[in-house]
């Protein structure tokens, strides 16, 4: 119910619950004396920490040296207990009785357990009486002159507190400045209440405090709703003391009535509060055709109350107000079609029927037939669910030893209709060998824990194939004593299948995972084997050139950028940059392709067009279709000039005295796109104190297409370090670069020093 570390706690909380209740004496004191006792071993528990036994044997050694009776000790004792607590609970009245130490028991469990967590110090536990005000049911963490009082008190007096207003909001409250605190002083500056569910109804609240804020966040109130609804299920919140004919059997003439009518019947007994107000009905007993609309025995449903059994009968217009006016008037209900709610699980449930009422004595009859038409057209649709989810079910009724399969179960299975159902521990014979462990393990927390499990096997038809199947059984328990075993098998074997494609599948693309990350791996050390990083200027034949390389972050983006300076036999220098399309060891295989054919071919002499027009023949010819944009540039020293040309490739940048621009060019297609390409070349003087910038597309290139005119701007920027080294400059720009496509960034700086 609550997610995170609350989950275990939970369990712990009903385990403990189960406890205190078995624990608990079962003395000859009247009603009246034996909620006196309780009340006062609850005190002793508080103050002392102490279990039930202890607090009751505290209790005894009391009495015994005051030389009194149990019931003088525990009214004295009760006489001297503070009475503040909770915020909102009025003074102890003579007409509400005490509330059983289970209740303190169970708050102390939810404290402890998962509200500790929160960060909370006390709770308290209110249950809703049938007049809608609240009575204390339970509480723990309060400080010791903050004791709730020994009788559970009422809110009716005080409609702000924030108890009610959870219960008449439906939805967690929190605490106001004016909140009613006890003893006229705050021991907690924060508190919270949540109503509590059961059935769809709500039947309490759980209050909450903090000693200091906490932090209000959905994840906060989740819990505490789920946490509510927990304390609705397990503790008696139905604190209204019930007069002696809640327990009463009916009489021999109402019984041999019920069993003579041809209907399901349940028999209400009234059950009446200190005041005389009607406060509930007790199922006293119901005939042998009786059938719960939530599918339990009879035995768990008799000599219960019936607002704790179906609470959503308490709905306006609902059974309740039926049997309440027959009850007081003594006319008989008739309905054709009633709507009966009631609740499966979490799943509510509405169903039409034959509705009877009648007054019986000081009894009530309630009988129902459901409307043939509407079962069948149920029944049917149930039919064809198990038979589209391929789902079986089955119930051993263990005091019979008779067992029932339906249809479904039979197809599963490969049996013929009409042989003998296999009960639960005969299927341990077409289990797999391999899965009988498991078998036995999930019969057994079934059978013996009494806990609901699913098991998913491998079953052997009767006609020898292997099915997958799932089975979820659940026991049903008449006191503690296990009467029979209900449950369904599903043909998971399609899901099976599919999981075994899809581990192919993740198996595969793991492999795949693997070979790409390998080549990324190859590509990244080739590119480092060509390309070493160079973060220091170098100088040749009197140009300053700094390097910087920026590879794709991520590895299946390495792409083909490169560069190249080569001192020529002839004295020049070659300056080349380039851009391989693509990305992987195709792009950087191609990459090495270009980079060394042109250093081989800049050996002729030839300048920067007929180099480029070669390098396309290259691309178009001896590589596997292999494209690329690159500048080719030849600098003669003697004369500071520099003669390059541009297959496909943006044009350089020169920095001068004047604003920084762009060069001009003529046209030149990439390499590799057509054979026979022809290119032009420029002439540029460089003068001292100036430098050029090469680069690749890397370093502008953005999804708003205006990465080149951002790099203008940066280079125009106050901000640009002109006055520091050509590396500084390259850093700058790579630092302020706001490209975004994640491609590799190669660039080259070009100086001229102003002393030649």
């Given amino acids: 119910m609550v997610s995170g570390s609350a989950g275990p706690g939970i369990g712990r909380l009903e385990s403990a619950v189960q406890r205190v209740r078995a624990a608990l004496p079962l003395p000859s004191e009247t009603a009246d004396a034996r909620a006196m006792v309780d009340c006062a071993v609850g005190i002793l528990m508080e103050r002392g920490r102490l279990n039930v036994a202890r607090a009751r044997a505290q209790l005894d050694e009391m009495a015994e040296t ?17 009475h503040q607590g909770p915020a909102g609970a009025s003074a102890p009245g003579g007409d509400v009785p005490a509330y059983g130490v289970e209740g303190h028991q169970a ?54 507190t924030v108890a009610r207003r959870a219960v008449a909001g439906a939805a967690v409250a929190w605490s106001s400045a004016q909140e009613p605190v006890p003893s006229g002083r705050p021991c907690h500056t924060s508190r919270a209440a949540a109503p509590a569910y059961l059935g769809g109804q709500i039947v309490g609240a759980l209050e909450v405090c903090w000693l200091e804020p906490p932090d209000r966040d959905a994840h906060l ?11 609705a299920h397990t503790l008696t919140l139905d604190t209204q003391p019930l007069s002696a004919a809640h327990a009463a059997v009916p009489d021999t003439d109402v019984t041999r009535l019920a069993d003579s009518l041809p209907d399901p019947v349940m028999v209400l007994t009234p059950a009446f509060d200190a005041r005389g107000q009607l406060s509930d009905f007790t199922i006293a007993y119901t005939n042998d055709r009786f059938q719960d609309l939530a ?81 069948q057209r149920l029944g049917s649709l149930l039919q ?42 005969e299927l341990r014979e077409r289990v797999h060998e391999d899965d009988r462990d498991s078998f036995d393990a999930f019969r057994t927390t079934v059978t013996r824990y009494h806990k609901a499990a699913s098991v998913a096997l491998r079953v052997r038809r009767s006609d020898f194939v292997i099915r997958h199947v799932r089975i979820t059984a659940e026991p049903v328990l008449h006191g503690d004593e296990l009467v029979a075993v209900r ?100 792009a950087a295989t191609g990459m090495v392709a270009l980079r060394n054919a042109l250093r081989g071919l800049a050996a002729t002499g030839a300048g920067p067009a007929q180099l480029l027009a070669w390098l396309n023949n290259v691309a178009f010819h001896l590589t596997d279709n292999v494209t690329a944009t690159a500048i080719c540039g030849i600098f003669d020293p003697a004369t500071r000039t520099l003669c390059w040309a541009r297959a496909g490739h943006l044009p350089p940048i020169l920095l001068s005295q ?6 001009t060019s003529g046209p030149g297609i990439l390499l590799g796109a057509l054979p026979d390409a022809s290119y032009t070349e420029q002439q540029l003087t460089l003068n001292p104190g100036e ?41 700058h720009l790579l630092a302020h670069s706001r490209s975004d496509t994640d491609d590799d960034t190669c660039l080259i700086g070009v100086h001229i020093p102003s002393e030649l």
């Fill in 487 to 586: 449950g369904a098998c599903q043909d998971v074997s399609a899901h099976h299948w599919t999981e075994v494609a899809l581990d192919a599948t993740r198996d595969q693309l793991a492999q795949t995972q693997a070979h790409v990350s390998e080549q990324a791996r190859l590509t990244r050390q080739l590119q480092h084997a060509i390309m070493p990083a160079t973060p220091q200027t170098t100088q040749v034949r009197g140009l300053d050139i700094a390097v910087r390389y920026r590879p794709a972050s991520q590895d299946h983006a390495v792409g083909g950028d490169w560069y190249d300076t080569v001192e020529l036999p002839g004295g020049t220098v070659l300056i080349a940059v380039g851009d391989v399309a693509g990305h992987g060891i195709g």
């Fill in 691 to 731: 430098s050029l910038l090469l680069f690749t597309d890397g370093l502008i290139e953005r999804k708003d297409d205006i990465g080149q005119d951002d790099l203008i701007g940066t280079l125009a920027d106050t901000a640009y370090p002109r006055d520091k080294s050509l590396s500084d400059q390259l850093d």
């Fill in 66 to 82: 005051a030389g009194t009776g149990i019931l003088q000790t525990a009214a004295d004792l009760l006489a001297h207990a503070p």
């Fill in 107 to 160: 708050a102390q469990a939810l404290l402890d357990n998962a509200l500790h967590p929160l960060g909370a110090h006390a709770v308290a536990v209110w249950a809703q009486a049938s007049d809608g005000t609240l009575h204390l049911a339970g509480q723990a963490g309060f400080p010791a002159d903050a004791l709730p009082a020994a009788q559970p008190r009422t809110t009716a007096g005080t409609p702000d």
């Fill in 295 to 375: 599918g339990r025995p009879a035995t768990c449903v008799v000599r219960r109350g019936l607002r704790q059994t179906y609470p959503a009968f308490t709905r306006p217009g609902g059974l309740w107000e039926k049997v309440e006016h027959v009850l007081a008037t003594g006319e008989p209900y008739r309905s054709e079609d009633f709507p009966l709610h009631t609740q499966v699980g979490t799943v509510k449930v509405t169903t039409e029927a034959q509705l009877g009422v009648s007054r019986i004595n000081d009894h009530v009859l309630v009988t129902w037939r459901l409307q043939d038409e509407n079962a």
């Fill in 384 to 425: 064809h669910a198990q038979r589209l989810g391929r789902i079986g079910g089955f119930e051993d009724d263990l005091a019979s030893g008779r067992t029932t399969w339906n249809q479904e179960l039979y197809d599963l299975f490969g049996n013929q209709e009409g042989t003998p159902p296999l009960p639960l521990a």
């Fill in 658 to 663: 004047d604003p920084p621009r762009q060069l």
């Fill in 221 to 231: 109130e989740r819990s505490l709703n789920a946490l509510a609804d927990l304390a």
